[in-house]
């Protein structure tokens, strides 16, 4: 069992950069044109544009071809390409294009990495309303170029009237239908808090500034693209259930297809409210009022004091090292810094380097490891104001010590022969990522969500935004599996106004105390060994950005006792030898994560941007 320690140093240890040295990314691909070909005729064409006569047609179209030149030469490209995305100054990674290109031109306007993530938050809750979100909660990990580090927990949070039982049944079983749809599913949103508080405190920009490009959005449309026309199709049986969800999202009672318009006034007006009175002008007046009008027509919980009370909650980051990098993430209520920087020291003890991407040997020690994390994440993980989480002995050396003694590197341990660990009681006590990089090297890793797609389904009539259903993210009976399959105990019951569990893992990794990688996902329960995954390229396999985040990847969770891979990823060889070692190996339905990525190398001040092939997000850098 174990082999001998292997440690290396993460000063030494990268050489990605120079191999991409040659890769500066003009993307000129179709949708990107138009996308942006689109916004500058609306642009044109806009009433209040100074060219009106039909003499000046010339005028208008030389404009457009000067729209186009500008689109081809800058630095803007999507998941197509096969290397990283180069810009010297700032950059911002999301899943959408768009909101991409709102938080670069808040850098390009002189806004710090806050102002360019609060705009581009604001920004995908307009453009990927099936994950961007003002419904929802999510977490910020920032790291200030003068050293300060710091983390936003604005993840939503029980109404006061939830009840421990409120998914179960009279006989006593878990109702999945009530905790991952409808009324019931909906936690208190956190995302406005969260954003606002981070404005005000780290950014350097007035609302106005960051909330205006978002309200644009919503009050003049903007082009469906095949993402999101992909998406609502699948989603709209679940739409039809909900008079508000079709008023905003159906297009004379159809789903939205690709290239058409989706204004969405109601919306504009909310975020209207939000500019004017703040956080007041979402947890109170008017917009709240609609969100409770819209809990009463089915029976949900939150209530205008549930609104009223909601708190965004400013905490520091958890904090780890890796083969002498930095690792600083985020701490419960979401189990994802602890669990990814638990992984790492299991992990650092191996020479991954020398084992070798994808053989069978860097898996299995991957999936051993993940296995006892994932078993410790469900006894000891939960919000730490309700429950003792033990964050400094999970975040161990010591600890990861007595755990990594379990691993058998040559052959499976069961999962039920794997428990979590001992620790004394009461130690001292679909989702989007973005990732902002700005001039001065300050640092934004931002993960948020409504949970599944477009979250419970239920627009807040009038409000025009979706609510999450992040209620299943408790365990609504300990033992019984969320819609992810993770398994929880009393750590993560449901109490009235506690934070359900969360696997967002939003990281920055720091390299000569200055930052690295800033990386997070999506992905439910993968998210963790997602992010894992993408350092572990990094900085074990030299792979550069792009090729980190394309690879291919895996996932253990501990139960189902199941060794997941992504189609195509192991070659039948490897599972061969897999299953030998005693894995049971099964392919996912669909592919795992979608990372948004920027490593910055301080050698020669380069950033490079890495958007996920998996989804539709862009880079965007200048
Ligand atoms: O907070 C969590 O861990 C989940 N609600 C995340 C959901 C998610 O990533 C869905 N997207 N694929």
């Given at each position: 069992?174990?082999?001998?320690?292997?440690?290396?140093?993460?000063?030494?240890?990268?050489?990605?950069?120079?191999?991409?040295?040659?890769?500066?990314?003009?993307?000129?691909?179709?949708?990107?044109?138009?996308?942006?070909?689109?916004?500058?005729?609306?642009?044109?064409?806009?009433?209040?544009?100074?060219?009106?006569?039909?003499?000046?047609?010339?005028?208008?179209?030389?404009?457009?071809?000067?729209?186009?030149?500008?689109?081809?030469?800058?630095?803007?490209?999507?998941?197509?390409?096969?290397?990283?995305?180069?810009?010297?100054?700032?950059?911002?990674?999301s899943a959408e294009?768009i909101a991409?290109?709102?938080?670069?031109?808040?850098?390009?306007?002189?806004?710090?990495?806050?102002?360019?993530?609060?705009?581009?938050g604001f920004a995908l809750a307009v453009t990927f309303p099936q994950a961007g979100n003002i419904g929802g909660g999510g977490?910020?990990?920032?790291?200030?170029?003068?050293?300060?580090?710091?983390?936003?927990?604005?993840r939503e949070?029980?109404?006061?009237?939830?009840?421990?039982?409120?998914?179960?049944?009279?006989?006593?079983?878990?109702?999945s239908s009530k905790s991952e749809q409808g009324y019931l599913s909906a936690g208190v949103p956190g995302s406005v808090?969260?954003?606002?508080?981070?404005?005000?405190?780290?950014?350097?920009?007035?609302?106005?500034?960051?909330?205006?490009?978002a309200?644009?959005l919503a009050?003049?449309g903007f082009?469906v693209g095949a993402g999101l026309a992909k998406v609502m199709n699948e989603k709209w049986r679940e739409f039809k259930l909900y008079s508000s969800t079709m008023k905003a999202f159906a297009r004379?009672g159809k789903p939205y297809r690709r290239?058409d318009?989706l204004i969405q006034?109601e919306l504009?007006?909310t975020l209207?409210?939000?500019?004017?009175?703040?956080?007041?002008?979402?947890?109170?007046?008017?917009?709240?009022?609609l969100l409770?009008?819209e809990m009463?027509k089915g029976?949900g919980?939150i209530?205008?004091?549930?609104?009223?009370?909601?708190?965004?909650?400013?905490?520091?980051?958890?904090?780890?090292?890796?083969?002498?990098?930095?690792?600083?993430?985020?701490?419960?209520?979401?189990?994802?810094?602890?669990?990814?920087?638990?992984?790492?020291?299991?992990?650092?003890?191996?020479?991954?380097?020398?084992?070798?991407?994808?053989?069978?040997?860097?898996?299995?020690?991957?999936?051993?490891?993940?296995?006892?994390?994932?078993?410790?994440?469900?006894?000891?993980?939960?919000?730490?104001?309700?429950?003792?989480?033990?964050?400094?002995?999970?975040?161990?050396?010591?600890?990861?010590?007595?755990?990594?003694?379990?691993?058998?590197?040559?052959?499976?341990?069961?999962?039920?022969?794997?428990?979590?660990?001992?620790?004394?009681?009461?130690?001292?006590?679909e989702t989007t990522h973005?990732?902002?990089?700005?001039?001065?090297?300050?640092?934004?890793?931002?993960t948020t969500t409504i949970n599944s797609w477009f979250g419970s389904g239920i627009v807040v009539g009038g409000a025009g935004f979706f609510l999450n259903n992040e209620m299943d993210d408790?365990?609504?009976?300990?033992?019984?599996?969320n819609q992810y399959?993770?398994?929880?105990?009393?750590?993560?019951?449901?109490?009235?106004?506690?934070?359900m569990?969360s696997?967002m893992?939003?990281?920055?990794?720091?390299?000569?105390?200055?930052?690295?990688?800033?990386?997070?996902?999506p992905g439910g329960?993968?998210i963790?060994?997602?992010?894992?995954?993408?350092?572990?390229?990094?900085?074990?396999?030299?792979?550069?950005?792009?090729?980190?985040?394309?690879?291919?990847?895996?996932?253990?969770?501990?139960?189902?006792?199941?060794?997941?891979?992504?189609?195509?990823?192991?070659?039948?060889?490897?599972?061969?030898?897999?299953?030998?070692?005693?894995?049971?190996?099964?392919?996912?339905?669909g592919?795992?994560?979608r990372?948004?990525?920027?490593?910055?190398?301080?050698?020669?001040?380069?950033?490079?941007?890495?958007?996920?092939?998996?989804g539709h997000g862009?880079?965007?850098?200048?």
């Amino acid at each position: 069992m174990g082999d001998a320690p292997f440690l290396d140093n993460c000063i030494g240890i990268n050489r990605t950069i120079g191999r991409n040295n040659a890769s500066h990314e003009k993307s000129n691909s179709l949708a990107q044109i138009t996308v942006l070909l689109w916004i500058g005729q609306r642009l044109i064409t806009k009433p209040s544009f100074p060219i009106t006569s039909r003499k000046n047609s010339m005028i208008r179209s030389s404009l457009m071809y000067f729209f186009s030149a500008i689109v081809c030469l800058s630095s803007f490209a999507s998941s197509s390409s096969k290397r990283p995305v180069q810009a010297k100054h700032g950059m911002v990674v999301s899943a959408e294009k768009i909101a991409s290109s709102v938080g670069l031109e808040i850098l390009k306007e002189g806004g710090n990495a806050v102002d360019a993530a609060v705009a581009t938050g604001f920004a995908l809750a307009v453009t990927f309303p099936q994950a961007g979100n003002i419904g929802g909660g999510g977490y910020m990990v920032i790291r200030m170029a003068d050293g300060r580090t710091t983390s936003f927990d604005y993840r939503e949070q029980a109404p006061a009237k939830a009840t421990r039982d409120m998914f179960l049944d009279v006989n006593g079983h878990f109702l999945s239908s009530k905790s991952e749809q409808g009324y019931l599913s909906a936690g208190v949103p956190g995302s406005v808090a969260g954003m606002l508080d981070a404005l005000e405190k780290y950014g350097t920009m007035k609302r106005d500034q960051v909330l205006t490009p978002a309200i644009r959005l919503a009050e003049k449309g903007f082009p469906v693209g095949a993402g999101l026309a992909k998406v609502m199709n699948e989603k709209w049986r679940e739409f039809k259930l909900y008079s508000s969800t079709m008023k905003a999202f159906a297009r004379k009672g159809k789903p939205y297809r690709r290239g058409d318009t989706l204004i969405q006034k109601e919306l504009a007006e909310t975020l209207k409210r939000i500019l004017k009175d703040g956080k007041d002008g979402f947890y109170q007046g008017k917009t709240a009022e609609l969100l409770v009008k819209e809990m009463k027509k089915g029976g949900g919980l939150i209530s205008q004091e549930d609104l009223k009370a909601y708190q965004a909650l400013e905490k520091p980051v958890v904090e780890g090292t890796y083969r002498g990098c930095d690792i600083i993430s985020m701490g419960p209520s979401s189990s994802g810094g602890v669990v990814l920087i638990h992984l790492l020291n299991l992990l650092e003890r191996y020479d991954i380097a020398t084992s070798g991407f994808g053989t069978p040997r860097t898996i299995s020690l991957m999936a051993e490891a993940m296995k006892l994390a994932y078993a410790d994440r469900a006894e000891f993980l939960g919000d730490a104001g309700f429950y003792p989480v033990p964050v400094k002995k999970l975040l161990s050396k010591e600890y990861a010590d007595g755990r990594a003694a379990l691993i058998d590197t040559v052959r499976a341990t069961p999962s039920t022969e794997i428990s979590h660990g001992t620790i004394p009681p009461h130690e001292e006590t679909e989702t989007t990522h973005y990732s902002v990089v700005d001039k001065w090297r300050n640092a934004v890793s931002t993960t948020t969500t409504i949970n599944s797609w477009f979250g419970s389904g239920i627009v807040v009539g009038g409000a025009g935004f979706f609510l999450n259903n992040e209620m299943d993210d408790f365990s609504g009976k300990p033992g019984t599996p969320n819609q992810y399959g993770l398994l929880g105990g009393e750590a993560n019951s449901i109490q009235p106004n506690k934070r359900m569990l969360s696997a967002m893992t939003p990281t920055i990794v720091l390299k000569d105390n200055q930052p690295y990688l800033v990386v997070g996902s999506p992905g439910g329960s993968t998210i963790i060994t997602t992010v894992l995954q993408v350092v572990l390229n990094v900085i074990d396999h030299k792979m550069n950005v792009k090729e980190a985040v394309d690879a291919k990847r895996i996932h253990h969770q501990w139960y189902p006792d199941t060794l997941f891979f992504e189609h195509k990823s192991l070659s039948k060889k490897v599972a061969k030898s897999l299953r030998k070692r005693g894995y049971n190996v099964a392919e996912r339905t669909g592919s795992q994560g979608r990372v948004e990525a920027i490593l910055v190398d301080r050698k020669n001040g380069i950033l490079y941007g890495a958007t996920d092939p998996r989804g539709h997000g862009a880079v965007a850098g200048y």
